[in-house]
């Protein structure tokens, strides 16, 4: 696992132990940065489900203004501290060992929101759900959510939008986006 473009391109990111965090493969994050490489820039990013940290530290760096990474697991946040620290954007991330979807309720608004749950759980559907009802997307900020190929995602409603859906192999990305 490494960091792909920007300030910390090429930089080894540490693994998860065990089956617990899945990480986003190298060749998926890859088409994923590529379909959204000019919605990153000066954007404070969401890392929620962080598992490893490589999605928001691939944000910052391509020029992410700031990112959080919210995980419940401490096995993951300490992943995410390790990793974050590694790449170098320890003063510019918050990493926070909580319920995710309850993170949602107190948070404020993001321009790039990334969600990355364990697959064949309600929780990307909960989350999409809570950003879209508390409005955590700032005007022409996008979603996007990576999922098992097949998962049936949910259209959005105004001024929520469900935009493309890619599939790489046995993985799906979805965006969404906000007028």
């Known amino acids: 696992m490494r960091v792909i473009s920007g300030l910390a391109r090429g930089r080894r990111l540490r693994e998860p132990a065990g089956l617990a965090i899945r990480p986003t493969v190298d060749r998926v994050k890859e088409a994923m940065f590529n379909i959204i490489q000019f919605d990153v820039a000066g954007r404070r990013a969401l890392d929620l489900f962080s598992g490893t940290g490589q999605l928001g530290i691939e944000a910052l760096s391509r020029g992410a203004d700031g990112a959080v990474f919210v995980d419940s697991s401490d096995a993951a946040a300490r ?47 909960d989350a999409l759900e809570k950003i879209i009802k508390f409005d955590k997307l700032l005007a022409n900020g996008i979603i996007i959510c990576e999922s098992r190929a097949g998962t049936m995602m949910p259209d959005a409603r105004a001024p929520y939008y469900k935009g493309s859906e890619y599939r790489y192999g046995g993985t799906a990305l979805t965006l969404y986006g906000r007028t």
């Open 79 to 125: 992943l995410t501290r390790a990793n974050v620290a590694a790449a170098g954007f320890a003063d510019s991330a918050t990493v926070l060992k909580r319920d995710s979807i309850a993170y949602l309720d107190g948070c404020g608004q993001f321009g790039v929101v990334f969600l990355d749950p364990p697959y064949d759980t309600p929780l990307l559907r």
